[in-house]
Nanobody, 119 residues
Framework: QVQLVESGGGLVQPGGSLRLSCAAS????????MGWYRQAPGKQRELVAS???????NYADSAKGRFTISKDNAKNTVYLQMNSLKPEDTAAYYC?????????????WGQGTQVTVSS
C-alpha cells in the first residue's frame, strides 16, 4: 500500500504562488501515475494535473499555463507549482497514486492539504 503525505497548502492572495509537495512511501518508479486533485466545498473532486512514470504530464484546462507538475524520483516526491492563483483555486488538494499490477488497479490518496486564495 502506498502512503502519501501532502504539504505546502495555505492562505495566499490572488496572483500569488504556492508549491504543494506529495511524498510517497514507495519509489515513484513503481507508481504508474501520480496526480493532484482538488475538491471545493459542494463540488466533486476533479483532476488538476498528473504525471506518469514516463514523465508524461496532463493538465486540466483550468491549470494550463499556471500550474506545473513535476517529480523528484530520488526523493519519491511529486510537486505542484501553482502560480497566478485565483479565488476559484480555493479547495482541498489531494495527491493520488495510481498503480497497475497485472489486471489489478489500485488508487491511493493522501489526506489533503487546504489551499485558500483570498485577499
Amino acid at each position: 500500500q502506498v502512503q502519501l503525505v501532502e504539504s505546502g497548502g495555505g492562505l495566499v492572495q490572488p496572483g500569488g504562488s504556492l508549491r504543494l509537495s506529495c511524498a510517497a512511501s514507495e519509489s515513484l518508479f513503481s507508481i504508474n501515475t501520480m496526480g493532484w486533485y482538488r475538491q471545493a466545498p459542494g463540488k466533486q473532486r476533479e483532476l488538476v494535473a498528473s504525471i506518469s512514470v514516463f514523465d508524461r504530464t496532463n493538465y486540466a484546462d483550468s491549470a494550463k499555463g499556471r500550474f506545473t507538475i513535476s517529480k523528484d524520483n530520488a526523493k519519491n516526491t511529486v510537486y505542484l507549482q501553482m502560480n497566478s492563483l485565483k479565488p476559484e483555486d480555493t479547495a482541498a488538494y489531494y495527491c493520488n497514486a495510481a498503480v497497475v499490477k497485472g489486471r489489478d488497479r489500485y488508487r491511493y490518496w493522501g489526506q489533503g492539504t487546504q489551499v485558500t486564495v483570498s485577499s
